[in-house]
């Protein structure tokens, strides 16, 4: 599923001391603007290419620096940063449903193989579908798998986070509460899957709806960088770097000749 | 001679359990429930020679590679089909009937040379596995040169597209090709990306170490600026730089594309 860049081939035991990061395609493109602006932050180098018959193509030049590297850019690419000890996936278009249980489950033995630290998903929710206690205050949320260390949720329940709440299932009778990712791509049956196979994921969520979701973006990767100090805080604010990719979200400036 | 499409993915299995929260965010799907199959249907020896396979992707790059480039004939030697389980049922909707999906064609240009006119109705989800089909069918050796036609909307840059050079084309490669000047100069620069069966083939070339290159004309129709661009593109690329280039019209383009409806009857 992985095809390492030239002369970056690495045994994948010897990340085991790391942190994997991964976006889910959803609402908002929230995971995968959050990924885009760590790689191009943290200056992440790029390791492998993923080929997976679940991706929809989609191609252009480097995405983070335009002078550094020629590379083409592919659909589904796998980054690494060995100063912060990060392994990042970045998906970058749509999946294709037939194949989504075939990826997510290479995807999770390729996790236990890794053995890392943490698995990280970063990921959005619908706003119209959420229930009146999240209609107020942060629509910042997370959810752990069963397997995640004590350690580590303490760590999340100092920093003050709200977990995602339950909900009564509309489909089942009687009064069982279930865990709901409306909008959130792949994240329930990769919740699902990494619950099954022991692996401690963390899932940080946002409410939002389509459009300039800038603002939701660097309110999870504020988040995580503050659970986990990846960036320089510069006067309590991290110092992102936006990358290339960024410049106009929403099209060319109009022309001048019209006014 | 027929290929089919690889078989190194499996029918996808399916979960037991719909949840709750099932929906298509992020997602596309087939529109059947099997994953399609695409068949290549051309001469094993006219492969093997092949050294060189242009893609034309879309009605206009079709419509400039069948006008302008120097075809062995107005027919095409193959084709690549896609088997879909169908309902043989015929579908009467507005007055038109429930088709089979048109193949994609092959023609010669030289015995070292083919040309590969992409269906324009191609659907995303199968960009991928049309791309893998047509590379897999011929030797891992050979060059593939892409062209395509995107509307001049598409392309994003700091000034408006009307103070910007004419023809304007733009180029991605993929690393294993020997990029020249002309080819750099012109790079598809961020934040502009390419998508549809010419990002299939890239990425499909990419992943195999296949020299790809494709080239992107930024216009709303085939033009005499689109002709020019795409001809001083092909002309600086070694594996197509002898081919002769007609500037006007070789063959006259049968329109197959307008449809008639019952509206006015």
Same mark, same amino acid.
């Given at each position: 599923?992985?095809?390492?860049?030239?002369?970056?081939?690495?045994?994948?035991?010897?990340?085991?001391?790391?942190? %994997?990061?991964?976006?889910? &395609?959803?609402?908002?493109? #929230?995971?995968?603007?959050?990924?885009?602006? =760590?790689? !191009? @932050? $943290?200056?992440?180098?790029?390791?492998?290419?993923?080929?997976?018959?679940?991706?929809?193509?989609?191609?252009?030049?480097?995405?983070?620096?335009?002078?550094?590297?020629?590379?083409?850019?592919?659909?589904?690419?796998?980054?690494?940063?060995?100063?912060?000890?990060?392994?990042?996936?970045?998906?970058?278009?749509?999946?294709?449903?037939?194949?989504?249980?075939? %990826?997510?489950?290479?995807? &999770?033995?390729?996790?236990? #193989?890794?053995?890392?630290?943490?698995?990280? =998903?970063? !990921? @959005? $929710?619908?706003?119209?579908?959420?229930?009146?206690?999240?209609?107020?205050?942060?629509?910042?949320?997370?959810?752990?798998?069963?397997?995640?260390?004590?350690?580590?949720?303490?760590?999340?329940?100092?920093?003050?986070?709200?977990?995602?709440?339950?909900?009564?299932?509309?489909?089942?009778?009687?009064?069982?509460?279930?865990?709901?990712?409306?909008?959130?791509?792949?994240?329930?049956?990769?919740?699902?899957?990494?619950?099954?196979?022991?692996?401690?994921?963390?899932? =940080?969520?946002?409410?939002?709806?389509?459009?300039?979701?800038?603002?939701?973006?660097?309110?999870?990767?504020?988040?995580?960088?503050?659970?986990?100090?990846?960036?320089?805080?510069?006067?309590?604010?991290?110092?992102?770097?936006?990358?290339?990719?960024?410049?106009?979200?929403?099209?060319?400036?109009?022309?001048?000749?019209?006014? | 001679?027929?290929?089919?499409?690889?078989?190194?993915?499996?029918?996808?299995?399916?979960?037991?359990?719909?949840?709750?929260?099932?929906?298509?965010?992020?997602?596309?799907?087939?529109?059947?429930?099997?994953?399609?199959?695409?068949?290549?249907?051309?001469?094993?020896?006219?492969?093997?020679?092949?050294?060189?396979?242009?893609?034309?992707?879309?009605?206009?790059?079709?419509?400039?590679?069948?006008?302008?480039?120097?075809?062995?004939?107005?027919?095409?030697?193959?084709?690549?089909?896609?088997?879909?389980?169908?309902?043989?049922?015929?579908?009467?909707?507005?007055?038109?009937?429930?088709?089979?999906?048109?193949?994609?064609?092959?023609?010669?240009?030289?015995?070292?040379?083919?040309?590969?006119?992409?269906?324009?109705?191609?659907?995303?989800?199968?960009?991928?596995?049309?791309?893998?089909?047509?590379?897999?069918?011929?030797?891992?050796?050979?060059?593939?040169?892409?062209?395509?036609?995107?509307?001049?909307?598409?392309?994003?840059?700091?000034?408006?597209?009307?103070?910007?050079?004419?023809?304007?084309?733009?180029?991605?490669?993929?690393?294993?090709?020997?990029?020249?000047?002309?080819?750099?100069?012109?790079?598809?620069?961020?934040?502009?990306?390419?998508?549809?069966?010419?990002?299939?083939?890239?990425?499909?070339?990419?992943?195999?170490?296949?020299?790809?290159?494709?080239?992107?004309?930024?216009?709303?129709?085939?033009?005499?600026?689109?002709?020019?661009?795409?001809?001083?593109?092909?002309?600086?690329?070694?594996?197509?730089?002898?081919?002769?280039?007609?500037?006007?019209?070789?063959?006259?383009?049968?329109?197959?594309?307008?449809?008639?409806?019952?509206?006015?009857?």
């Amino acid at each position: 599923m992985f095809v390492f860049l030239k002369d970056k081939s690495i045994d994948w035991s010897s990340l085991q001391d790391y942190t %994997f990061i991964l976006p889910a &395609v959803s609402v908002g493109n #929230i995971g995968q603007l959050s990924v885009d602006l =760590l790689i !191009s @932050s $943290l200056r992440c180098d790029k390791l492998a290419k993923v080929d997976h018959p679940i991706f929809v193509p989609v191609v252009g030049s480097d995405p983070y620096d335009d002078i550094r590297e020629q590379d083409l850019m592919t659909a589904a690419e796998l980054y690494i940063s060995k100063e912060k000890k990060l392994v990042i996936l970045q998906i970058r278009g749509l999946l294709i449903k037939e194949f989504c249980a075939d %990826f997510l489950a290479k995807l &999770v033995d390729w996790i236990k #193989i890794c053995s890392f630290t943490k698995t990280i =998903l970063l !990921s @959005s $929710l619908y706003n119209y579908e959420r229930v009146d206690s999240q209609l107020t205050g942060s629509p910042f949320r997370y959810t752990i798998t069963s397997s995640v260390k004590s350690t580590v949720e303490e760590e999340l329940k100092n920093l003050q986070w709200s977990a995602l709440e339950t909900r009564r299932s509309v489909w089942k009778e009687g009064t069982e509460e279930i865990l709901f990712f409306p909008g959130g791509g792949y994240t329930n049956m990769l919740n699902k899957l990494c619950g099954k196979m022991n692996i401690p994921l963390v899932t =940080l969520l946002i409410f939002c709806a389509e459009g300039d979701n800038i603002p939701g973006v660097l309110l999870i990767t504020g988040h995580l960088n503050r659970w986990l100090n990846f960036v320089r805080m510069a006067n309590d604010t991290p110092g992102w770097k936006f990358p290339a990719s960024w410049k106009l979200f929403f099209g060319a400036p109009p022309p001048l000749t019209m006014y | 001679m027929e290929l089919m499409s690889s078989q190194a993915f499996e029918d996808p299995s399916t979960i037991e359990e719909i949840p709750e929260d099932d929906d298509d965010e992020g997602f596309v799907s087939f529109d059947s429930s099997k994953i399609p199959v695409y068949t290549v249907m051309l001469e094993e020896t006219t492969r093997e020679k092949c050294k060189t396979i242009i893609i034309c992707e879309g009605i206009e790059a079709t419509d400039f590679a069948k006008s302008h480039l120097p075809l062995v004939g107005s027919e095409p030697i193959g084709k690549l089909v896609k088997k879909t389980q169908l309902d043989k049922s015929e579908v009467e909707i507005w007055g038109f009937q429930y088709k089979e999906p048109e193949p994609s064609w092959f023609f010669q240009i030289n015995e070292e040379t083919l040309l590969c006119t992409c269906n324009p109705t191609i659907s995303s989800e199968d960009f991928s596995l049309f791309a893998k089909t047509v590379i897999t069918s011929f030797n891992s050796t050979m060059a593939v040169v892409i062209l395509t036609v995107s509307p001049i909307t598409n392309y994003k840059s700091d000034d408006h597209t009307t103070s910007t050079e004419a023809p304007l084309i733009r180029t991605l490669a993929t690393s294993a090709f020997n990029s020249n000047g002309f080819v750099k100069n012109i790079r598809l620069e961020q934040p502009n990306i390419l998508g549809g069966l010419a990002a299939g083939f890239l990425t499909v070339c990419d992943i195999k170490q296949i020299p790809a290159v494709a080239c992107v004309a930024f216009s709303s129709n085939l033009d005499a600026d689109v002709v020019n661009g795409f001809t001083t593109f092909l002309h600086s690329v070694e594996c197509t730089q002898q081919l002769q280039i007609s500037p006007t019209k070789r063959f006259p383009v049968r329109d197959k594309c307008t449809k008639t409806g019952n509206l006015y009857i």
